[in-house]
């Protein structure tokens, strides 16, 4: 991810007070870049990694925390985000994302798309960030472009309305079958 981009991206996830990445790899830069903004900041991967000052690492997997009933306090945050997800982490990201009442964003690997339903907003420097829950799904927040976000679709993110109401309990959900064409998807 390009300075510009990596920038444009700690703007947005500044606006939340506690952040927990997910999958941090070996690129912790924003981690960092958050932490350096007094923002308390969690990372987790399945394997051990190395963070900066100010980055809590917790070793762990969000497919298994995303099965668990309690996923684990290191995950109880303003807002879950990966970047450069693989979509086959987009799911439990968001279910944990759900459990814990977190936002849920993230980018995705090259040209994926996203596995999940997202509202994809594009911020300086090119980079799309998804948003599978959170302000930019509910209005609550508007950036515009005076923040340097815009809606791929060109609209005023303020005018998007709230679709968690609509919402039912992920535990009311019937399974998602990924071989059955008309199971739900979430």
């Known amino acids: 991810m390009s300075q ?3 920038g444009a991206v700690v ?3 500044a ?3 506690t952040v927990c ?3 941090v790899g070996r690129r912790p830069e924003v981690a960092a870049a958050l932490a350096a903004r007094d923002r308390s900041v969690t990372a987790t991967d399945v394997h051990d990694r190395e963070t900066p000052a100010g980055v809590r690492f917790v070793r762990d997997d969000v497919v298994e925390a995303s099965r668990r009933d309690d996923p684990g306090d290191h995950y109880r945050a303003d807002a879950i985000y990966g970047l450069n997800l693989p979509t086959e982490l987009h799911r439990p990201t968001l279910a944990v994302a759900r459990r814990v009442d977190a936002d849920c964003l993230f980018t995705t690997l090259g040209g994926d ?3 999940v339903a997202t509202h994809p907003i594009t911020l300086d420097g090119g980079e799309t960030l998804y948003v599978a829950r959170g302000p930019e799904t509910d209005g609550t927040i508007s950036t515009g472009d005076a923040d340097g976000v815009t809606d791929t679709d060109g609209t ?3 005018d998007d309305t709230d679709d968690r109401q609509d919402r039912e309990p992920v535990e009311s959900r019937a399974p998602v079958d990924e071989h059955d064409p008309d199971s739900e998807r979430t």
């Open 15 to 17: 606006r939340y007070h």
């Open 4 to 6: 510009n981009r990596r």
């Open 21 to 23: 990445e997910v999958g």
């Open 113 to 115: 798309p996203p596995a």
């Open 156 to 158: 005023d993110q303020a």
């Open 11 to 13: 703007e947005l996830l």
